[in-house]
Nanobody
Framework: QVRLVESGGGLVQPGGSLRLSCAAS????????MGWYRQAPGKQRELVAT???????TYADSVKGRFTISRDNAQNTVYLQMNSLKPEDTGVYYC?????????WGQGTQVTVSS
């Protein structure tokens, strides 16, 4: 069974940075798309960023220019570098993978942006 384990979340002050990691239990070479979603309390889960096997990245407008998604196939790991964090970035961040749409999800890691 495919397992995705997120890490790197925590408490950070506004304007700070965090790097989230997602370690997959199997090779990610076979999956075309990996991504990150997030969910804040009382809100629906939203797509944050995706990256294809070819390295093409997409971002939600709210994080464009601040977040960077990357993948390391050799380490079977996907990253989300988050800079200039804002309080509205607070939420549980989920790693996903799939071929054309998410089919596997991690358990999530909490990100809290607050003074």
């Amino acid at each position: 069974q495919v397992r995705l384990v997120e890490s790197g979340g925590g408490l950070v002050q506004p304007g700070g940075s965090l790097r989230l990691s997602c370690a997959a239990s199997i090779s990610i070479w076979r999956f075309n798309v990996m991504g990150w979603y997030r969910q804040a309390p009382g809100k629906q889960r939203e797509l944050v960023a995706t990256i294809t096997s070819g390295g093409t990245a997409t971002y939600a407008d709210s994080v464009k220019g601040r977040f960077t998604i990357s993948r390391d196939n050799a380490q079977n790991t996907v990253y989300l570098q988050m800079n200039s964090l804002k309080p509205e970035d607070t939420g549980v961040y989920y790693c996903t993978l799939g071929y054309f749409a998410p089919t596997h999800w991690g358990q999530g890691t909490q990100v809290t942006v607050s003074s």
